[in-house]
Structure formats: structure tokens, C-alpha cells
């Protein structure tokens, strides 16, 4: 069945398009959400009307798309993670958790719009793609850093050297300089 696309569809294209679809497609998600019309003569004619209008609207679409990425390009996320032994993360960073640090950053990214080739499960440098529009998506940089743990965490070594230290004090100077 061949549609007039009314709003930006993904992977199906952009609007004022004609794209061939299945029935079924058309009738439960294209038709009730208003993405889409069938490409009926009434409404081919419609489209020719409609057509600078919506090129119009595509362009500044696009152009605000662009605007951001020019913004978001060259961008650095940190997480500062717990981290268990050879470095591995409890939890992993998703693009929920990348849309929720460009929210305080300032940007509004939907997550869908993040592209990473998995969840980051480890500490290091990855690099996420955003796609805003299908003709235009930006690298970031994400950073996944190891929480420092608290002192009281730090382990059996820091004790061991309180510990030592202590032994020597309490069996007194190992010279004769303190002596009088």
C-alpha cells in the first residue's frame, strides 16, 4: 500500500514522502497515530499543495537538528562508577543514563536517539553516536571513571601500615639519637 508520510518516520522517511507499506502497518501504527494517509488521487493532489509547506517545515527541522549537533559535537560525559575487581562496573551506562546527564547539561536527547554499540559494562573511554534526524547524528565521548573507595573501605593494606607503625613506636627508637 503506498502512504503520504505526514511527520518523520524512522526508517521509512521524512515527511511529504510516498513510501510503500503493508496494510496492517498502515492500519494499526501509521493511520491511528496521523504519521501517514493512504496516496489516494485526492490526496496526491492535496500533497502537490501541501508540498512547499512541508519541505519548509523539513528544512527547519533539519537546520535546528544541525544547531545541536554543532552543540552536543565534541561533548565529554563522565560517570564516575563502583567498580569491582579487573575493572568491571556494578550496573553498566545505557543511553538512559547518557540522556540523563545531557539533561543536566542542558540538552533534552531522547535515549532512543543514543546509539551505542552495547551497554558499558567497563571502565575506559567509549565513543556513543546521536542520531537527532536521519541525516544528521554527532559523536560524544563518554568517560567511565572508578569511584574512589571510602577510607574505610581502602582495605586490609592501609591497617596493616597503621598497625606497623604502632608496633614500632610502642617497642621504642631503633637508635640511640633519642636517648640522653
Known sequence: MKVILLDHVEHLGLPG?????KDGYFRNYLGPRRLAVEATEA???????KQRKLKEAAARIIGEAQTLADQLKGRTVEFIMKVAESNRLYGSV????????LAELGFNIERRRIALPGPI????TFTATIRL????????????????PPASE?????????????AS?????????DAP
Do not use: F
Not at 17 to 21: E, G, L, M, T, Y
Not at 121 to 124: F, I
Not at 133 to 146: K, L
Not at 169 to 177: F, Q, V
Open 17 to 21: 514522502q510516498i513510501a510503500n507499506v
Open 43 to 49: 490526496n496526491l493532489r492535496g500533497l502537490q499543495g
Open 94 to 101: 545505557g543511553p538512559g543514563d547518557i540522556a540523563e546527564k
Open 121 to 124: 559494562k567497563t571502565t575506559g
Open 133 to 148: 534526524q536521519p541525516t544528521v547524528a554527532t559523536p560524544i565521548t563518554i568517560v567511565v571513571t572508578a569511584e574512589e
Open 154 to 166: 581502602a582495605g586490609p593494606a592501609r591497617e596493616t601500615e597503621a598497625q606497623a607503625e604502632a
Open 169 to 177: 613506636e610502642a617497642a621504642g627508637p631503633a637508635t640511640g639519637s
